[in-house]
């Protein structure tokens, strides 16, 4: 059984920073993609960075330059550095993981409970 457990989150003023971790805890995957998505009140949530288990990014285009996805194989944890952040940040982040464990042809799907961001003066 795969979880993930986010930290992290909070209330920060705009322009500061916050990390976000992600630890996964239960299995070890062969082929993935984790990722970092967040939904505001009332929008759709939207994928904000993600990472391959080759080390590829990708970012949406509103944090291009502010934020950092990156990971800690040897601790199974993906972070999320974000910085400048702006009110427009403000929502609760998801982890996510999406791939194959080793020894299972079965793709998984895994969302964390998320954590909340706050950037308010």
């Known amino acids: 059984q795969v979880q993930l457990v986010e930290s992290g989150g909070g209330l920060v003023q705009p322009g500061g920073s916050l990390r976000l971790s992600c630890a996964a805890s239960g299995s070890i995957f062969s082929t993935y993609v984790m990722g970092w998505y967040r939904q505001a009140p009332g929008k759709q949530r939207e994928l904000v960075a993600g990472?391959?288990?080759?080390?590829?990014?990708n970012y949406a285009d509103s944090v291009k330059g502010r934020f950092t996805i990156s990971r800690d194989n040897a601790k199974n944890t993906v972070y999320l550095q974000m910085n400048s952040l702006k009110p427009e940040d403000t929502a609760v982040y998801y982890c996510?993981?999406?791939?194959?464990?080793?020894?299972?042809?079965?793709?998984?799907?895994?969302w964390g409970q998320g954590t909340q961001v706050t950037v308010s003066s």
């Open positions: 990472i391959t288990n080759g080390g590829t990014t």
């Open positions: 996510n993981i999406n791939g194959w464990r080793i020894g299972d042809p079965l793709r998984v799907n895994i």
